[in-house]
Every structure is written in C-alpha cells, then in structure tokens.
C-alpha cells in the first residue's frame, strides 16, 4: 500500500485466482487482516507496469500452484476531481487461467489491451487480448467512479468462443484527475476459470 501519490480516498479489491471470487472491494474493514495472511508478492508491478497513483501485483501461493494458484491485488488512490467527457486508457495486464493447460496446471500469461470510458454516459467498454486469451466487455461506471462488468462479457481462448457461466469485472479510476485505471477480473466457462488483472494510463 505504499509509494503512491497523490491524496485520494483509497481504494483496494482482491480476487482469487481459481474461482474468480471477488474477496475485498472498496473500503473494507477487514483488509489490513487479509493482507496480513498473504504471501510475498511473486512480481512486483512497479517494474513492470509503472504507474503513480495505483498498482496491482500477483500473490503466488506458498503451498501449491495446482492447489491454489495464488491471488490478485489492485490498490491506489480514488479521483478527487469531477471529471466529464470521455477518457481512453492503454492497458497491461497479467493473467491465470485453470482448465486451459492439461492436469490443471496454471497457465499464466500477459495481455494488452484499452479501455475507454464515458462519464457522462456513466458506460463503457474495454478489450485485453494476449496469450490466446481475448476479452471484450461493456463497462458500467458509477459516479464513485468504480466499474463493473455490463451485460456484454466474452473470452476466447485460443481463437474459441467461452460460453460464459460467470463474468466479474472490478475497477475504479485512479489519481486526482482520474490519470490511471485498473480493474481485476474473473471469468468462468466450463471448466475454464481465467482471471487476472489490469492497469493503465491515459
């Protein structure tokens, strides 16, 4: 949670990386308690993805990949200002998927992508494409400037359309003026679960 500018509300979220479960969002009092179980984090975004208001990093399981493949975690400091118009944000993301590989073995990967965003609309839509895995999805903004996943969500993998049994998109604006963006994501079709998360400037 350290080493971000900036004097926004703070904002946290954790997904679990084998069955898509948005564990934390928002202002949740028991965060600090969670965080405090977690293991060391298995790569650090600010090498990889250099962002200043926010950041998300990989949580690799000490106990065993197959059994549990580890968790993601987005932070950083909520927008201070109004904002309006639209905005578009590149995006670099990392990505686990379980059933993708035989014997269930993770498959880990990296995706790029954007996402753009409407504030007046309150709407909007983002595309991750990388490692065979695709994903498209409309966006619902509140005026908390947190989104989540609207009605249209697909994934592809290896060039195959997912029938999609479930679809958890999280995400909110970062930095005073709403410079970054960064969301986590779950999605579950068949016996895949692909879930990972994202973050980007504009």
Same mark, same amino acid.
């Given at each position: ?7 926004? #509300?703070?904002? %946290?979220?954790?997904? $679990? ?27 650090? /975004?600010?090498?990889?993805?250099? &962002? ?11 106990? /065993? ?14 927008? !201070?200002? !109004?904002? &309006?118009? =639209?905005? /578009?944000?590149?995006?670099? /993301?990392?990505?686990? *998927?379980?059933? *993708?590989?035989?014997?269930? !073995?993770?498959?880990?990967? !990296? ?9 007046? =609309? ?6 991750? &494409? ?8 409309? +966006? ?5 400037? %947190?989104?989540?996943?609207? #009605?249209?969500? &697909? ?23 709403? $410079? ?7 999605? %579950?079709?068949?016996?895949?679960? +692909?879930?990972?998360?994202? %973050?980007?400037? #504009?």
């Amino acid at each position: 949670m350290q080493h971000l500018e900036g004097e926004g #509300r703070p904002w %946290i979220s954790l997904i $679990e990386s084998d069955s898509a479960r948005l564990e934390l969002a928002g202002e949740d009092p028991a965060t600090n308690a969670v965080l405090a179980k977690l293991p060391s984090p298995s790569f650090s /975004s600010t090498e990889q993805i250099p &962002t200043q208001f926010s950041r998300f990093q990989y949580l690799q399981s000490a106990i /065993s990949a197959q059994r549990d493949p580890g968790r993601y975690l987005l932070w950083g400091r909520r927008p !201070v200002a !109004v904002l &309006t118009g =639209q905005a /578009s944000y590149g995006l670099k /993301s990392h990505w686990t *998927c379980i059933g *993708c590989e035989a014997g269930g !073995v993770p498959l880990n990967g !990296v995706a790029t992508g954007g996402l753009t965003l409407d504030f007046d =609309q309150l709407e909007g839509e983002l595309s991750l &494409t990388g490692g065979g895995m695709a994903i498209d999805a409309s +966006v619902d903004l509140e005026k908390s400037y %947190i989104f989540h996943e609207g #009605r249209n969500v &697909t994934l592809s993998f290896g060039g195959e359309l997912i029938p999609l049994d479930q679809a958890s998109i999280t995400g909110s604006l970062f930095g005073p003026g709403g $410079e970054e963006a960064g969301f986590l994501y779950g999605l %579950i079709g068949g016996d895949l679960t +692909v879930s990972g998360a994202a %973050i980007g400037t #504009r």
